[in-house]
């Protein structure tokens, strides 16, 4: 099996594994990160959503071989339980989960809309997560936990 | 497991040694030669399986229920922090482990709060009470004199605290329910919104889930499942998956296929080359689609049963018109959003499994069967999952984990399945059929009433008394462990009549069954059993019969409501969404309104939706507006939370999904083939409390889904004047009603 050296929230590691093994394994059980969940394997549902480069990914169906010299960030890469990013704050505050097996995709997609549009319109988050699925029916928490946020980092 | 955050280290100090410093009575032996106590508690009498007092200044909380995202570990903390007067913090709760918490059975049926809840009130009360009883002998102060704030007993000038007082007091013994919970005047965290426990850990990447377990030398295992229900395995190439790179083990019993490797993707690989080998038989014995599917309902061998008769005294006299319509329900999925995944592992003959069950003790009954060994040797862990909304693949890759650790040579094995496993193996809520029947009199009031329901089964989860098992596990084995045939659950609950006894007072009604045990599609319980389909149809019919009675919905089933706190909810709905009497829709857009107390026994909850229907014949919602009565509140925010989510799922059920499947195989394998609501089809959402603190606290997890369906078939029958009765309304069916 050949080498890849991934780099996953500044930590840099190499991981023997073939070529189109998706990154959501690696991040998984290589880097040991519990942020982007396994629900479909096929781009439909959000729920490994990551970073690379700082655009949104959908890691089930990134193979590793096309992240060299990219930077990965998952939701343990955007904050701590000690220093949360305002988003994960904003969706404590709403208690935006049920379930939360969807949090962390939908965290990563929202971060992605609030890094090019900082004060997103209702239907602006509406879209920007109409390809997360969340199974509980706390979409209307989490537009309100993105809004929160928009406007806490906009005091930041 | 706990809620509190667990970090790798505590998971494997939590589950690699098991305390053993309590009673685990066992449960029906006792419950049948005692008397009753409140909830739980009846079943699981030793105070001390309830609660510990710890040296370290907390308390220990034990339930046998389990958190399955409706955040039930938060409200039983605030429970018992309340009763025994410590601060919420100092609660640790211990949740569904068959080695440490009391059995309750299944977490289901919007229980928690009533039995486990109830269990925890007397339980604290009676510790609160016990530790007072010792802290005033030995400070030789009345205990009428003594408080308690946050564990320190004071009666001025002397203190003493419960962890000091605790080492003079055991809990090994029956609770006795003597010591009463305290009244709602003085509860400080229950009623308030208490964040959930949970949560922290989940939007940090904490390790929250099974999913997220790493034990040391863990594989990673798939199974490889039959290509239709009742295919048989003819051939497969083992030898040539064994090679692979990273696979440690296959095994095959009988129908049973599974592998175990080093890596996931080794795994997923493996599974992928044993399926491409596999040769089955497979027969076309599913039945029919689409409209088809009921007529074929309709003609299977069925149990015939009145649920429910009653004869008026005086009948009327009269003209009577007689009104019926007929409702249908496909088959709908759980589609949990992380399928079903188990740890186990096997060693020296035990094994250890960690699982997202909503019931870890029938589970291990199960398991036990399918594995061929006794429960003593079989250890189940509740460890979160994705929500489950009911019975899904979780019980099933529980035993799916446990069969492959055999094979591991004591190395624990990951299992997870993956989104065409859980799509096509779990268990379906059943399609259904409700005829209904009303007759008016002249007064065009409801003098009769008929409901008849033809359904599969809503329970077929692991029990631990039936003779067979319920886990696919069992039935795919060479020497296979066969299901027994589930009896419907009674009234007044019910399962598939669940609902169907009308809570209005109609002076004739005769509610019948056709329970059809046969299930060529497997079917179980999914969130509600029957309620959703039979109060989408007893809420649409009494909206039809309204209509024809040239009544107003809202004043129609007040009418026919005596009930105070049903009624309550109705006017509450109407008002907070200025329902106005005897409004039309305008061809694209109307209002709608539905009732239910979910199995006339838990809360009472009104929806009113407003639809519109586009040109395309799309119907969107675009407001619900919900009033809820759960008796006395412990968490609003929870309760809001349940009844909001309960509104957006039924919606999504009601509006895009059903099962699809040919006459062979099941051909719903992704969420392509499968629409749910996103976020542009998600309605706004209002939920109204009505808070009853002398009440008893009722459970809220399925008191939406039913009035949801109802009040959107009532709105877009009143946007299009056109009555949609087959579920579920997508815009070809909506485009065949109008045109």
């Known amino acids: 099996m050949p080498d890849y050296i991934l780099r996953v929230n500044g930590t840099q590691r190499t991981v023997s594994t073939d070529a189109d093994t998706p990154l959501l394994y690696v991040l998984r059980n290589d880097f040991e990160l519990n942020g982007p969940k396994y629900s479909c394997g096929m781009a439909q549902c959000g729920a490994c959503t990551v970073h690379i480069e700082g655009r949104a990914a959908r890691s089930c169906v990134t193979p590793v071989s096309s992240l060299a010299g990219k930077a990965v960030t998952t939701l343990e890469g955007i904050g701590t339980l ?27 997609a929202a971060k992605a809309l609030l890094d090019s549009t900082p004060k997103p319109s209702d239907a602006q988050i509406r879209n920007a997560l109409a390809g997360n699925l969340c199974r509980c029916g706390s979409h209307n928490r989490i537009v309100r936990a993105v809004q929160r946020a928009a406007g806490a980092v906009k005091g930041a | 497991m706990t809620t509190h955050t667990l970090s790798r280290r505590q998971f494997l100090k939590r589950t690699g040694v098991i305390v053993s410093t309590f009673t685990l009575a066992g449960p029906t032996a006792i419950a049948q030669q005692s008397t009753p106590l409140p909830g739980g508690l009846s079943n699981n009498r030793m105070l001390d399986g309830w609660v510990r007092i710890n040296s370290n200044n907390t308390v220990t909380v034990f339930t046998g229920k389990c958190e399955i995202g409706q955040g039930i570990l938060t409200a039983l903390a605030q429970i018992a922090a309340d009763e025994l007067d410590v601060a919420y913090e100092r609660v640790e709760i211990i949740s569904a482990d068959t080695a440490r918490t009391p059995n309750e059975g299944m977490t289901a049926g919007s229980l928690s709060v009533e039995n486990s809840g109830t269990a925890l009130r007397f339980a604290c009360a009676e510790a609160r009470g016990m530790l007072l009883a010792a802290a005033s002998r030995k400070l030789n102060v009345a205990v009428e004199k003594l408080s308690v704030a946050d564990g320190a007993i004071s009666a001025t000038p002397v203190r003493m605290t419960y962890w000091e007082v605790a080492k003079d007091v055991s809990f090994k013994r029956e609770a006795t329910a003597t010591f009463k919970p305290k009244p709602v005047a003085q509860h400080k965290v229950i009623g308030k919104n208490v964040p959930r426990l949970d949560l922290p850990a989940k939007v940090t990447g904490g390790t929250a889930y099974v999913q997220d377990m790493r034990l040391p030398g863990m594989l990673f295992g798939r199974v490889v499942r039959p290509p239709s229900y009742r295919a048989t395995l003819q051939s497969v190439d083992e030898a040539a998956v064994r090679a692979m790179p990273g696979v440690v083990a296959v095994t095959r019993d009988g129908n049973f296929l599974a592998v175990a490797a080093e890596r996931e993707e080794q795994a997923i690989k493996a599974a992928q080359a044993l399926r491409a080998s596999a040769k089955w038989n497979e ?263 309204a209509l024809a009675a040239g009544a107003d919905p809202v004043e129609f089933r007040l009418r026919h409501m005596k009930n105070p706190r049903a009624r309550a909810v109705i006017e509450l709905a109407a008002q907070k969404a200025g329902w106005k009497p ?85 051909t719903t394998r992704s969420w392509a083939d499968y629409p749910i609501f996103t976020f ?60």
């Not at chain 2, 299009?720 to 997508?730: N, V």
Request: aromatic share 6%.
């Open chain 1, 82 to 108: 000690d220093k949360m990013h305002p988003l994960q704050k904003a969706f404590l505050d709403e208690q935006a989960a049920q379930c939360g097996y969807c949090t962390s995709g939908m965290i990563m």
């Open chain 2, 283 to 545: 027969t076309p014995d599913l039945p029919p689609s689409g409209l088809a599917l009921y007529d074929h309902l309709k003609k299977m061998p069925a149990r015939d049963s009145v649920i429910n008769t009653k004869t008026p005294v005086n009948a009327s006299g009269g003209k009577i018109t007689t009104i019926e319509a007929e409702y249908t329900r496909p088959f709908q999925a759980h589609g949990a959003l992380g399928p079903s995944a188990a740890v186990a592992q096997f060693q020296d003959g035990k094994y250890q499994v960690w699982t997202h069950s909503q019931g870890v003790f029938p589970l291990r009954t199960d398991l036990a069967k399918a594995l061929k060994t006794t429960v003593a040797n079989v250890t189940c862990t509740h460890v979160e999952g994705a929500g489950c909304y009911g019975h899904n693949g979780a019980d099933d890759a529980a035993c799916d984990a446990a069969l492959l650790a055999r094979a591991t040579n004591g190395r624990p094995v990951k299992l997870q399945w993956m989104r065409d496993d859980e799509f096509v193996w779990e268990p379906y809520g059943s399609a259904m059929i409700m005829k209904m029947q009303a007759q008016l009199d002249e007064a065009k009031n409801i003098v009769s009433w008929q409901h008849e329901i033809w359904s599969h089964p809503h329970n077929t989860r692991p029990t631990s008394n039936a003779a067979g098992s319920f886990v696919l596990g069992g039935w795919h084995l060479a020497n296979p462990v066969p299901p027994v045939v589930p009896n419907n659950g009674p009234q007044p609950a019910g399962a598939a009549d669940r609902n169907a006894v009308p809570l209005y007072d109609f002076p004739r009604q005769n509610i019948l069954l056709h329970y059809v045990t046969d299930m060529p599609v497997r079917t179980s319980a999914l969130r509600t059993l029957g309620a959703y389909a039979n109060v989408f149809a007893l809420e649409s019919f009494i909206d039809e019969v």
């Open chain 2, 582 to 666: 005897g409004a039309k829709g305008n061809g694209t857009s109307g209002r709608g309104i539905a009732f239910a107390q979910y199995k006339n026994l838990a809360c009472y909850c009104a929806v009113v939706a407003d639809v519109t229907v586009d040109r395309t014949d799309n119907v969107r919602v675009t407001r619900a507006v919900s009033a809820v009565d759960a008796g006395l509140i412990i968490n609003p925010e929870g309760i809001i939370h349940q009844i909001e989510g309960g509104i957006i799922q039924s919606a999504s059920w009601t509006l895009k999904e059903q099962v699809k499947f040919d006459r062979q195989r099941i």
């Open chain 2, 680 to 739: 542009n089809d998600v309605p706004a959402v209002e939920v109204h409390l009505i808070n009853m603190p002398n009440e008893r606290p009722l459970g809220t997890g399925e008191g939406s889904q039913g009035p949801a369906v109802a009040a959107i078939a009532n709105a877009i029958a009143n946007a299009t004047g056109k009555r949609p009765r087959d579920l579920p309304f997508t815009p070809d069916k909506v485009r065949a009603l109008t045109s």
